[in-house]
């Protein structure tokens, strides 16, 4: 019985371990083809760089976060290969488990079919029933020779079925060797991939360098330039902080205005009962004027945004907030040149902070609000222009613009049109996007954009 019990045990065991290691094997593979899936994409944006006439710094970012996704697919096949092994050495636990197994049953049901064949005339059955001492003894040896008959049966299922179990284990034994030679495969060449596109950035940075001045120009220009724009942002922030703060004064005045002009109206009613009463002798109660009781100090909170003050305002910055990460892009085709924050580049001098993203994309393209909002303000940055946005207590700025068609206080619709591209060299423009709150800082727009 503790046989079968155990024997049971492990089969249960097994199942369980095939399951789970089935999902992660199943989580695994998803996670390569997502992976692949980047690569893909990242494939097609570096050949729509190639038909300008100039290697751009989004070129060298592409190939750089290609490498990076690549290493991350040999992480993923390494996984799989552990897991596999994992697999394959479990594999091997149950066989040598159920070849104990099985040895120890067969060896019991040789014993048994030992001891039948040296009892096996009928004499001696029969001899062993009538020597019993009563009547309730010969039926307990029948009961017994029977439990004995069916005991044997079992054993032999019991081989059987182990038999069949040990077969399946090394079958899956050889289905996880295969899976393992095949990964093997695969992480040989997901290797040989990483070589070529190494290969492949260091031939950008080749060609980058050869434009190291024009590359070095440009970033000054842009130095320039996000520095007007962080001035006009920060401008524009502030002007909309203070108009703020007067919309909501005025509310306040105008409510308490409403409150006194009630209260006026109140006393002048009662006063005016009063008189008439007095006219006519009646008596009038006068009301009880409760005893107010010292306010309690409220407990310290948390300040909040200006912005916070007005429920539909609010509401705007809510939903601004609800939508992180589910963001559309400025652009129907772009792609990243310069990622918010530090830039550095392998191989080049450029080290840049970028106060938002600078995407890249064909000169002319349309470019389109993000969210839901108003125009704050449209600005002028050098010899382009700009769109501020506000969304609540959110501000979404699109620079680099040629044309604007958008004016400032006008309400704006996620996805409509706010202007176009303009041309920064041969068919090719970088548009300056940026996400600020209200306290002005600059927020990653990559975690927020799909």
């Known amino acids: 019985m503790i046989k079968k019990i155990l024997l049971l045990f492990i089969v249960m065991v097994s199942i ?28 097609k944006q570096l050949d729509e760089t190639k038909k300008y006439k100039r290697q751009s710094l989004s070129a060298l970012n592409i190939v750089q976060k290609k490498i990076r996704l690549r290493e991350a697919q040999i992480r993923n096949v390494n996984q799989q290969i552990n897991l596999i092994q994992g697999n394959i050495n479990s594999h091997w636990r149950d066989i040598v488990k159920l070849r104990s197994e099985l040895d120890t049953l067969r060896l019991q049901y040789e014993k048994s079919v030992v001891y039948a064949y040296k009892n096996r005339s009928n004499y001696d059955f029969v001899n062993f029933i009538f020597s019993a001492g009563s009547f309730n003894d010969a039926l307990k040896r ?14 032999a299922v019991n081989i059987k079925n182990t038999q069949t179990q040990l077969e399946q284990k090394i079958a899956n034994l050889n289905q996880s060797k295969q899976q393992k030679s095949s990964a093997l495969e695969e992480q040989n060449k997901q290797f040989k991939v990483l070589q070529d596109e190494r290969k492949e950035k260091d031939a950008v940075v080749s060609k980058i360098k050869g434009q190291e001045k024009e590359l070095l120009k440009d970033m000054a220009a842009k130095r320039k330039q996000d520095n007007a724009l962080r001035n006009a ?6 002007r909309e902080v203070d108009a703020e703060r007067k919309r909501v004064a005025a509310i306040e005045k105008e409510r308490k205005a409403k409150e006194d002009a009630a209260r006026k109206a109140a006393a002048a009613t009662a006063k005016k009962d009063a008189d008439e009463a007095a006219k006519s002798g009646t008596v009038v109660a006068r009301p009880v004027t409760p005893v107010e009781k010292p306010a309690e ?17 609010k509401l705007v910055s ?8 589910s963001l559309p892009w400025p652009v129907n085709a772009g792609r990243i040149a310069m990622k918010f924050g530090r830039n550095r580049y392998e191989g080049l001098t450029v080290d840049y902070d970028n106060p938002g993203i600078t995407i890249e994309a064909d000169a002319g393209s349309t470019i389109k609000a993000v969210f839901d909002g108003e125009v ?41 049109s706010i202007g176009r591209l303009d041309e920064k060299d041969a068919g090719r423009g970088e548009l300056e996007f940026l996400i600020t709150n209200d306290k002005n800082v600059n927020l990653n727009p990559e ?3 799909r």
């Open 16 to 43: 369980g371990g095939a399951y789970a290691q089935s999902q992660s094997s199943a989580d695994l593979k998803k996670k390569q083809a997502e992976i692949q899936r980047e690569i893909d994409a990242l494939r």
């Open 142 to 155: 029948v009961a017994y020779l029977k439990s004995y008959r069916a005991y044997r049966e079992q054993q």
């Open 233 to 238: 942002l920060s401008a524009a922030i502030r």
């Open 297 to 313: 100090k409220p407990a310290a909170t948390k300040p909040l945004s200006v912005f916070d003050n007005r429920d539909e305002v």
């Open 318 to 325: 809510d939903n601004f907030e609800k939508n992180k990460g």
């Open 376 to 416: 704050s303000y449209v600005i002028s940055v050098g010899p382009v222009q700009g769109v501020i946005l506000r969304h609540g207590k959110y501000f979404t700025t699109y620079s680099n613009l040629s044309s604007v068609s958008v004016s400032k206080g006008q309400q704006i619709k996620t996805g409509q």
């Open 447 to 449: 975690t927020w954009l």
